[in-house]
């Protein structure tokens, strides 16, 4: 009975040393959390920094595409304009 109680020691003492050897990395997955959190952090907000930055460029896009446009389309009211008179003094 002595040597099972024995074999029953020497297992709980290498489950207890696991389990410490697993607490050990715990502990230090623990200690790494704050920085790893700055730099979750620091990355998400340079991430929305070029995200604001994109999206400024692209409203200015579109403003320029709009000016673009309404020049486009007053060229076109114009030469419309100038076809008609040109039309109407001919006909």
């Given at each position: 009975?002595?040597?099972?109680?024995?074999?029953?020691?020497?297992?709980?003492?290498?489950?207890?040393?696991?389990?410490?050897?697993?607490?050990?990395?715990?502990?230090?997955?623990?200690?790494?959390?704050?920085g790893?959190?700055?730099?979750?952090?620091?990355?998400?907000?340079?991430?929305?920094?070029?995200?604001?930055?994109?999206?400024?460029?692209?409203?200015?896009?579109?403003?320029?595409?709009?000016?673009?446009?309404?020049?486009?389309?007053?060229a076109i009211?114009r030469?419309?304009?100038?076809?008609?008179?040109?039309?109407?003094?001919?006909?």
């Amino acid at each position: 009975m002595s040597i099972a109680l024995e074999d029953r020691v020497q297992t709980l003492e290498r489950e207890v040393n696991s389990m410490k050897s697993r607490l050990e990395t715990v502990d230090a997955d623990i200690q790494t959390l704050p920085g790893l959190i700055n730099t979750q952090f620091r990355f998400v907000e340079s991430h929305f920094a070029r995200v604001r930055s994109e999206m400024a460029e692209l409203r200015k896009d579109i403003a320029d595409a709009r000016q673009h446009s309404d020049d486009r389309f007053d060229a076109i009211l114009r030469a419309l304009a100038e076809a008609l008179e040109e039309r109407g003094s001919t006909g």
